[in-house]
């Protein structure tokens, strides 16, 4: 049973676009919201998290926006560059530092010039 | 800080032989994670241990795989007999409970390939 649905599989947007990446969760009890972002031939890491206490955590160009009530969260990526083109998953957890997430199936984001 | 620490980098292996995975967590982590990478089934967990201890071993596939964390330094992934559908590449990464973060730190992946 997949528990966080991502979309869409891959992605491609011009240099300077925004990049849209969506999620959705089916267990409320999920309550950490962490995105992960992975290059070729490395393992994922860290990009951004949020809890459900707030509805946007921005960092930079990066920023997740969280809808509780539709079970849903997105990252949106702002002016978009060549060397954000990666990898990203999303991933859901019950509790702050509950090491069990539960990953989306992956985005493949690609940069074009 | 050395990160996690994944070996072999590329394994290439024909059906039926033992194939075995290793990792070294990051020092002072006291939970670790097998994970699965595949393009059609994204990351799956296989088992994860907290302080050596196997908690969840749920995700693993059936009898052919095993794990251990004989110490805090250390876990092997097995895969007895290997067969064409393993094929994947196999994430090892660590955790430490309390941390301020909450992040998952992974290490660069054994890439599998069983011919």
């Known amino acids: 049973q997949q528990q966080v649905k991502q979309s869409p599989q891959s992605l491609i947007v011009q240099k300077g676009g925004i990049s849209i990446i969506n999620c959705a969760y089916e267990?409320?009890?999920?309550?950490?919201f962490p995105w992960y972002q992975q290059f070729p031939g490395k393992g994922p890491a860290l990009l951004i998290a949020?809890?459900?206490?707030?509805s946007e955590k921005k960092e930079g160009r990066f920023t997740i926006s969280f809808n509780k009530s539709a079970k849903q969260f997105s990252l949106h990526i702002m002016d978009s560059q060549p060397g954000d083109s990666a990898t990203y998953f999303c991933?859901?957890?019950?509790?702050?530092?509950?090491?069990?997430?539960?990953f989306g199936t992956g985005t493949r984001l690609t940069i074009i010039p | 800080d050395a990160g996690v620490i994944q070996s072999p980098r590329h394994e290439v292996t024909e059906m039926g032989q033992e194939v075995t995975l290793r990792c070294k967590p990051i020092?002072?982590?006291?939970?670790l994670f097998w994970y699965r990478q595949t393009m059609m089934r994204g990351l799956e967990l296989l088992i994860y241990?907290?302080?050596?201890?196997?908690?969840?071993d749920s995700g693993m596939p059936e009898d052919r795989f095993s794990a251990k964390m004989p110490n805090a330094s250390f876990s092997t992934l097995k895969i007895q007999p290997s067969e064409p559908r393993d094929s994947a590449v196999y994430f090892c990464?660590?955790?430490?409970?309390?941390?301020?973060?909450?992040?998952?730190?992974f290490g660069e992946g054994s890439r599998l390939t069983v011919l």
């Open positions: 949020i809890r459900p206490d707030v």
């Open positions: 267990n409320t009890a999920f309550d950490y």
């Open positions: 991933a859901a957890s019950q509790g702050f530092g509950n090491e069990k997430l539960t």
């Open positions: 241990f907290n302080n050596n201890v196997p908690i969840d």
């Open positions: 020092s002072g982590h006291n939970s």
């Open positions: 990464a660590s955790f430490r409970t309390g941390g301020i973060t909450g992040e998952l730190f």
